[in-house]
Nanobody
Framework: QLQLVESGGGLVPPGGSLRLSCVVS????????VGWFRQAPGKKREGVSC????????NYSEVVKGRFTVSRVNSENTVYLQMNGLKPEDTGVYYC???????????????????WGQGTQVTVSS
């Protein structure tokens, strides 16, 4: 099993930046893929980004492409989401999720992730 804890959320003005962290613990000896998701009030959860265990395969939703960057440091069991050029529509609770997967596998569908963090709030407002 895996446990995930997100941090790094907060209140930023439009155009600002935040870096979210997702620390993974538990049985981390096996490879696992990670995804980032978000949910705004009154809206459905949506995928933001996903990254393979190798870190070489990454994917982004169209609305964040070019502004967000996902990365990971496996020796620290930590996955990051660097968010630049934040917009009010980026406001929401951000979750990281993980599932055991092969070295280069991307898992971007929320329904395929077995383990979830508790979320961290991101608010973009002036």
């Amino acid at each position: 099993q895996l446990q995930l804890v997100e941090s790094g959320g907060g209140l930023v003005p439009p155009g600002g930046s935040l870096r979210l962290s997702c620390v993974v613990s538990g049985y981390t000896m096996d490879m696992y893929a990670v995804g980032w998701f978000r949910q705004a009030p009154g809206k459905k959860r949506e995928g933001v980004s996903c990254i393979s265990y190798s870190g070489l395969s990454r994917n982004y939703s169209e609305v964040v492409k070019g502004r967000f960057t996902v990365s990971r440091v496996n020796s620290e069991n930590t996955v990051y989401l660097q968010m630049n050029g934040l917009k009010p529509e980026d406001t929401g609770v951000y979750y990281c999720a993980a599932t055991y997967a092969a070295w280069g596998a991307l898992v971007c569908d929320a329904t395929e992730h077995d383990y979830w963090g508790q979320g961290t709030q991101v608010t973009v407002s002036s």
